[in-house]
């Protein structure tokens, strides 16, 4: 069980901000994850995303449990929250790390998944 009490909006603040910048080192750890041919150190990149991806399951629960008495500081806390949503479900995705099919369908283009979270998320390019 968590215990978000004595935790400050700075903490939370630069934690969420850690764990969008861990995003690109997963993505290359993912890489490296898919092109591994020793099993142990392929089972060492799945263990390393992972770890990443319940670290953000993590931060996000205890972001909902965080309490402040300051109005301005619980709507920034649920920005936060919010934007961790939206991260945990786009690394959930991006890093999946299924077993290839056979005569699978060919993997998407980075522009092609760039071009899909702007339409989701409402922008334009």
Do not use: C
């Amino acid at each position: 069980m968590s215990d978000s009490r004595h935790a400050t909006f700075e903490g939370f603040h630069l934690w969420t901000k850690s764990q969008f910048e861990k995003l690109g080192w997963m993505l290359l750890a993912k890489h490296h994850y898919e092109s591994e041919k020793d099993v142990n150190r392929k089972q060492a990149l799945l263990n390393k995303l992972n770890a990443y991806k319940e670290g953000v399951k993590y931060l996000y629960n205890e972001l909902l449990n965080a309490k402040f008495n300051d109005l301005d500081k619980q709507e920034d806390i649920r920005i936060l929250r919010d934007n961790v949503e939206i991260l945990m479900a786009d690394a959930n995705r991006i890093l999946r790390t299924e077993p290839k099919q056979e005569g699978g369908a060919k993997r998407k283009g980075s522009k092609k998944i760039s071009k899909k979270i702007s339409k989701k998320r409402g922008s334009k390019k």
